[in-house]
């Protein structure tokens, strides 16, 4: 599954986490996400903030496939 998959099927649950606002805020684009199927079925995603973001942050989500939903990862 691709960012781009996953970006479609959270329009209806999660319709600004991937707007053009938001990712220009943190400095991100879809390219910058990867993607990591888990032995759970649910797939991470991972992007690090851009240059203009004052200090590191690291966007992580778990996406739920069952529910098209993205949940907050535990570290």
Same mark, same amino acid.
């Given at each position: 599954?691709?960012?781009?998959?996953?970006?479609?099927?959270? +329009? &209806? *649950?999660?319709?600004?986490?991937?707007?053009?606002?938001?990712?220009?805020?943190?400095? %991100?684009?879809?390219?910058?996400? #990867?993607?990591? +199927? &888990? *032995?759970?079925?649910?797939?991470?995603?991972?992007?690090?903030?851009?240059?203009?973001? %004052?200090?590191?942050?690291?966007? #992580?989500?778990?996406?739920?496939?069952?529910?098209?939903?993205?949940?907050?990862?535990?570290?």
């Amino acid at each position: 599954m691709t960012i781009y998959e996953i970006k479609e099927l959270t +329009k &209806q *649950k999660a319709p600004y986490f991937f707007s053009r606002d938001s990712m220009r805020f943190f400095g %991100q684009t879809l390219k910058d996400f #990867k993607v990591y +199927k &888990q *032995k759970s079925g649910k797939y991470l995603i991972i992007a690090e903030s851009g240059d203009n973001w %004052q200090g590191k942050h690291i966007t #992580k989500r778990l996406f739920n496939p069952l529910t098209n939903e993205l949940e907050h990862c535990q570290e």
